[in-house]
């Protein structure tokens, strides 16, 4: 896979709005690489959708290993909460976490897309609706192809959008069923996506 | 807001008013993240291009639209789901019920019924039951008869009985049930004191002092404007000191209501009423003024 080196961050400034990531195996620690150097100003906030089993304890542990490693605060939200800068969103297991609107979440417990519940798609494809060209959508390392719809509906709609480069996944299943669908606008080594996000958000 | 995407909020707008008009169930104010893809899902499923197809076809043919229905609203639900939340309710809300000579707890989009036996039960082991008096609310009456059957697939009894014993149950699931062929079949003795009965709890009204008011994932279904007016709809029918039990996930957080009430479980959503109020208008001057 050869890395897609982004055009220049200039080329690209439009009025980004809201992060939204997708991953499931290997999540944690690719998570953790790429939210950990964000710095407690950053100007956007991230909505993520990692699969996970829906044992109420592990979520919890989830959390707070997240929380110990980034300078953003990390939560999950409440059904109807409110998106605010300065917060990590991290759905809820075994809900759906949708954008309701601007500015708002929703979750549901509908059935499952792709045998999964949260679903990245559902999450891409409503932040689109709302957001229209101003997100931006990452999908990391994960053994299945939730989030390939999701990110060519971002792309479709004006959005940006960067996979992975799935050398460097734990499991390269996503990433890659993510690049053949929605030919992203990047493809960036992990270790690189942190400092991308932060001059492509620097306004 | 591209001219597409406002196109496609017209189309789905008159599909929801269609049904309104037609056949009097009010989905206009559901939370439309997830009612975009349920219908996005049935026109796949109908082998039809778009929405406005759908509005002609529930508008001409009723058998249509009773299909629909059922994918139109969700009803997932389990016995003891949440265990932990029957626990909460034991330490948060059983002590003070213990104190009444008689209550009554309105179990609101009660869908099909597993929720209230598992809350019969418990009663049953708080010694409780016999003073209680429960409303059993939904809008679909086809599920409403299923909840009155009291009838579940056996292959659920295993997950059910893990939940129970998880909730703090005192003796085994299957005390409780009969199984026969591959159903179970809750006991008669847990029916006697629930009234099941038909509720739209975005046009209907009060079901007066109430001093339980459950009602677990179903606010996730509705925007904010609609969520208020239930919010608003539960405080009026809500006993002073009376109990509101959400799903995990469900906040009084966002609604104008909030100041009337404590935290009891921030976990498990456990509300008490503590504020005095008078009765709250139950219109919406928001995004539908027709109510």
């Known amino acids: 896979m050869n890395v897609i080196i982004p055009k220049k961050t200039e080329e690209l400034k439009k009025q980004n709005e809201l992060i939204v990531i997708g991953t499931s195996w290997g999540g944690l620690d690719a998570l953790s690489t790429i939210l950990s150097p964000l710095p407690e100003d950053f100007p956007l906030p991230i909505l993520i959708v990692q699969h996970r089993p829906r044992n109420q304890l592990g979520s919890e542990f989830f959390i707070e290993i997240l929380n110990r490693r980034c300078q953003l605060n990390v939560l999950e939200p409440d059904d109807k909460e409110h998106i605010q800068t300065g917060n990590i969103y991290l759905s809820p297991s075994n809900y759906h976490m949708l954008v309701e609107h601007k500015g708002a979440l929703a979750l549901s417990n509908d059935e499952p897309v792709h045998y999964s519940r949260p679903s990245i798609d559902l999450l891409f494809e409503s932040a689109a609706e709302s957001y229209q060209q101003n997100v931006i959508g990452i999908i990391l390392t994960g053994a299945n192809q939730d989030g390939a719809e999701g990110l060519q509906v971002i792309k479709a709609m004006g959005g940006y959008t960067l996979a992975q480069d799935p050398v460097t996944a734990e499991v390269d299943t996503m990433p890659l069923a993510a690049i053949a669908a929605a030919k992203p606008d990047a493809i960036l080594p992990l270790k690189d996506i942190a400092s991308f996000l932060i001059k492509l958000c620097k306004n | ?291």
């Not at chain 2, 591209?2 to 189309?11: A, F, G, T, V």
């Not at chain 2, 809750?186 to 002092?209: P, R, Y």
């Not at chain 2, 996930?249 to 921030?266: A, G, I, V």
């Open chain 2, 1 to 291: 807001m591209s001219d597409s995407h406002k196109d496609n909020e017209l189309e789905l707008d008159l599909f929801l008013e269609a049904i309104y008009r037609k056949y009097g169930y009010d989905f206009r104010s559901y939370s439309r993240a997830s009612l975009r893809r349920r219908i996005q899902n049935q026109l796949e499923r109908s082998k039809l291009d778009n929405v406005c197809e759908l509005t002609h076809l529930v508008i001409h043919d009723e058998s249509t639209f009773i299909k629909i229905l059922d994918h139109m609203t969700v009803n997932v639900t389990e016995m003891f789901r949440d265990p932990h939340f029957y626990k909460s309710f034991r330490e948060n809300v059983a002590p003070q019920l213990k104190s009444y000579p008689s209550f009554k707890i309105w179990h609101a989009g009660c869908s099909t019924g597993q929720e209230i036996y598992s809350m019969c039960i418990l009663l049953k082991e708080l010694g409780l039951y016999d003073k209680a008096q429960i409303y059993a609310t939904d809008i679909d009456h086809q599920v409403l008869e299923k909840a009155k059957k009291g009838i579940f697939p056996i292959d659920t009894a295993s997950l059910y009985s893990q939940n129970y014993r998880e909730s703090g149950g005192l003796y085994s699931l299957s005390e409780y049930y009969t199984a026969r062929y591959d159903s179970i079949i809750m006991d008669s003795s847990l029916k006697k004191n629930i009234i099941f009965a038909d509720h739209d709890l975005a046009t209907d009204q009060v079901f007066s002092e109430m001093q339980v008011i459950i009602c677990r994932n179903v606010l996730i279904y509705f925007n904010q404007s609609l969520q208020d007016r239930v919010f608003r709809l539960f405080s009026n029918s809500l006993d002073y000191g009376a109990y509101l039990c959400l799903g995990s996930k469900e906040s009084l957080r966002f609604s104008s209501c909030h100041p009337f009430y404590k935290t009891l479980d921030n976990k498990y959503k456990i509300y008490q009423k503590t504020g005095q109020h008078e009765a709250f208008p139950l219109n919406r001057n928001n995004e539908d003024s027709s109510e």
